[in-house]
């Protein structure tokens, strides 16, 4: 079992930026891909970056030139850099990790953005 951490939600205003973070609570030994998706009241939970162990990124269109996602090599932390946010990237955020091919899950942290 793992579990995942995140931190660093919140309230910002159209414009603005806020930067996600998500740490496994143990190390893993296989290849996998860790990433973040959103899901906004009464819609479904939409892909918005993910990263590969070895460094391969994939983004969604609408977040493309604004999200950069990193990982960090020595643990397995995952960040998401949220820039130019507008009102539509305001949703319930959730860190994934896909390994063995099995998910686990973040509980989720609120992205609020508003002026």
């Known amino acids: 079992q793992v579990e995942l951490v995140e931190s660093g939600g919140g309230l910002v205003q159209p414009g603005g930026s806020l930067r996600l973070s998500c740490e496994a609570s143990?190390?893993?030994?296989?290849?996998?891909?860790m990433g973040w998706y959103r899901q906004a009241p009464g819609k479904q939970r939409d892909l918005v970056a993910t990263?590969?162990?070895?460094?391969?990124?994939n983004y969604a269109d609408s977040v493309k030139g604004r999200f950069t996602i990193s990982r960090d090599n020595a643990k397995i932390v995952v960040f998401l850099q949220m820039n130019t946010l507008k009102p539509e990237d305001t949703s319930v955020y959730y860190c994934?990790?896909?390994?063995?091919?099995?998910?686990?899950w973040g509980e989720g942290t609120l992205v609020t953005v508003s002026s």
């Open positions: 143990r190390n893993i030994f296989s290849r996998w891909t």
């Open positions: 990263i590969t162990s070895d460094g391969s990124t």
């Open positions: 994934n990790l896909r390994v063995v091919g099995r998910d686990f």
